[in-house]
């Protein structure tokens, strides 16, 4: 009889869309630059791109994704905060805070082209093969046309009919966004198509794995590694980045 009351239980639960518990396992741990205020983290065609923030000390860098060594970087302008990172079409799309402006370079030269403007602030960035996707630091996320940076659409993200808020770094996988909610250490995977929350990915003990001493700050970065299927995970200021395996 017990046994039945848990299953109509999960049944019940499942039916009414409740987010999932993920969990995962730790494969492996790599060297972090301590000195990093992770924004952005992107696997691109087996390359690894990272932007930090910091007016005066926003870099954009290439990460070696065997070792986390900087094998380059570039600052930006002083006046800039860095935020989230996207490569889409051989194009390295880089946020700002508050300046409303997203700064588009060259991947392998970190080449300046273009700029593209934008209302409100920029917190994290990634796309769907067709769109960048952003988020501002509320629940809502903006669709965005690559071309011209116009808005196509926006999508509220609810847990049970509760707005989510503070979404930071986006990591767009089959259908579903990652989105750290910042100075949480835990990450939402939410449905692209009606902003729902599917699941709830609880990392607080990454933390407790840190050396110390360390000024670790927000748990921020997600890439996936198309290699591996893997979640690289980092935080500002961290001294390590996790490789994770995700499971439900």
């Known amino acids: 009889m017990k046994r039945l009351l848990i299953l109509a239980a999960a049944v019940f639960l499942s039916a009414c869309g409740k987010p999932a518990t993920l969990g995962y396992k730790v494969a492996g741990t790599k060297p972090h630059d301590a000195e990093s205020y992770t924004q952005g ?15 005066g000390s926003s870099t954009l860098r290439e990460v070696d994704p065997a070792n986390g060594a900087v094998l380059r970087k570039r600052p930006m302008a002083k006046h800039v905060f860095a935020e989230g990172i996207t490569v889409f079409n051989n194009e390295l799309f880089v946020l700002t805070w508050k300046e409303k402006t997203c700064y588009v370079l060259e ?17 994290g960035l990634t796309h769907d093969g067709t769109q960048l996707i952003m988020s501002d630091g509320s629940n809502t996320l903006r669709f965005i046309d ?7 659409k926006t999508l509220k ?3 049970g009919g509760r707005p989510v808020e503070r979404l930071n770094e986006l990591e767009y996988v089959d259908g579903a966004i990652f989105a750290n909610i910042y100075q949480e250490d835990r990450i939402a ?34 890439a996936r590694d198309p290699a591996t299927g893997r979640f690289l995970i980092a935080g500002k200021l961290w001294p390590l980045s996790f490789e994770i ?3 439900d």
Request: charged share 25%.
């Open 41 to 55: 983290l992107e696997f691109s065609e087996g390359r690894l791109f990272e932007s930090s923030g910091g007016y």
């Open 107 to 123: 991947p392998g030269t970190f080449k300046f082209l273009r700029t593209h403007d934008y209302q409100g602030e920029g917190w």
């Open 146 to 152: 690559p071309k011209t940076f116009a808005v196509i």
């Open 157 to 159: 993200v609810l847990d």
């Open 189 to 222: 995977r939410i449905s692209a198509e009606t902003g729902k929350v599917t699941g709830w990915l609880d990392l607080s003990a990454l933390r407790k794995q840190l050396p110390k001493p360390n000024r670790a700050e927000a748990l921020n970065g997600i």
């Open 245 to 247: 395996e995700i499971t």
